[in-house]
């Protein structure tokens, strides 16, 4: 899928990063816990690797709550990360969060030595209600204006504690196709940079085979084994009166509601990928990138 978005601050922000992450003790991943692969920023790995990392799963009240266990089994087993899921609703997540940083940077506490955190996530992924509900009030959204010193914000925790923002970023190129179509169907890519219709097939494709009593109960349309997304899609947009004139389905209108019934969970609590899944498609999202980076580098003609 040809997703386009203008990469906004990104460069400022690695910048910004870059120049953060030697005086940073933990690195807080916000994720979206309906899609945790896709939403992890590849190039915020490579910035802060070597650095002890927690990953909040966001938004798991909108999540698959057997696939968030998977998706948490699957951080904790890997070295120095921990992993946490939380929801807008939860008042105080602030003593988790802290504990949590504690357990993986335990040499730092006290005013001589306070805990110094790195906070990043893609856009609309959750952060600025997140820092809303830590510090009990509004907090503007960082990046919201241009230059470096305004790309990042210290906010004080505790006197020992201290939360550095960045601005939400997605990367330029998307390798993994799959996380592409699940990005958009989140909500984390602007409407004006994908196909609704593309990305409501994908993402029936995927229901039909993972969610088919979901689809069921929400939609209430029985549908023949072995329905294809096209069918299913037409016939939610029958179902719903998404019709032209000429009795044409609307399937602009079909994609429209199916994508806000996943975003509001009217489809109930869904997760679009598996850690096993996810990796499966990144091995397959790297090898068609190592080839197509191949035949960029390939000389158009030969001089023999
Ligand atoms: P950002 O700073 O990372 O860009 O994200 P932000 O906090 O602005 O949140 C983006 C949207 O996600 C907001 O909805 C927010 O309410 C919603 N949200 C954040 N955390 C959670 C969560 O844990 N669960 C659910 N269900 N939603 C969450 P919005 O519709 O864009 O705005 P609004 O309705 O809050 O005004």
Known sequence: ?????????????????????????????????????????????????????????????????????????????????????????????????ISACHELAPGRSGMAKPMRVLICGIPNVGKSTLINTLTGKRVAKTGDEAGITKLEQRIVLAD??????????????????????????????????????????????????????????????EMPPGATDEQMLGAIGRQRGAVLSGGRINLQKAAEIVIHDLRTANLGRITLETPGEFAAWRTEGEKVDAERQLKKKKPLCSTQ
């Not at 910048?15 to 979206?32: G, W």
């Not at 692969?37 to 990953?55: F, I, R, V, Y």
């Not at 904790?76 to 602030?94: C, G, K, Q, W, Y």
């Open 1 to 97: 899928m040809a997703i386009q978005w203008f990469p906004g601050h990104m460069h400022l922000t690695k910048k910004a990063i870059q120049e953060r992450i030697k005086a940073i003790d933990v690195v807080i991943e916000l994720l979206d816990a309906r899609l945790p692969g896709s939403s992890a920023n590849p190039m915020l790995a490579e910035l802060t690797s070597g650095k002890p990392g927690l990953k909040v799963l966001n938004k798991q009240d909108l999540a698959d709550p057997a696939r968030s266990a998977l998706w948490l089994a699957h951080y904790n087993a890997l070295p120095a990360t921990r992993a946490m899921a939380l929801d807008a609703s939860e008042t105080t997540p602030a003593r988790r969060l």
């Open 160 to 221: 020992d504690f201290y939360l550095y923002d960045t601005p939400g970023v997605l990367w330029p190129r998307i390798i993994v196709a799959r996380s592409g179509y699940n990005l958009a169907a989140s909500g984390a890519i602007g409407r004006n940079a994908f196909n609704e219709e593309e990305v409501a097939l994908e993402l029936l494709g995927y229901l039909i085979r993972h969610y088919p009593g979901a689809l069921a109960s929400r939609y209430g349309i």
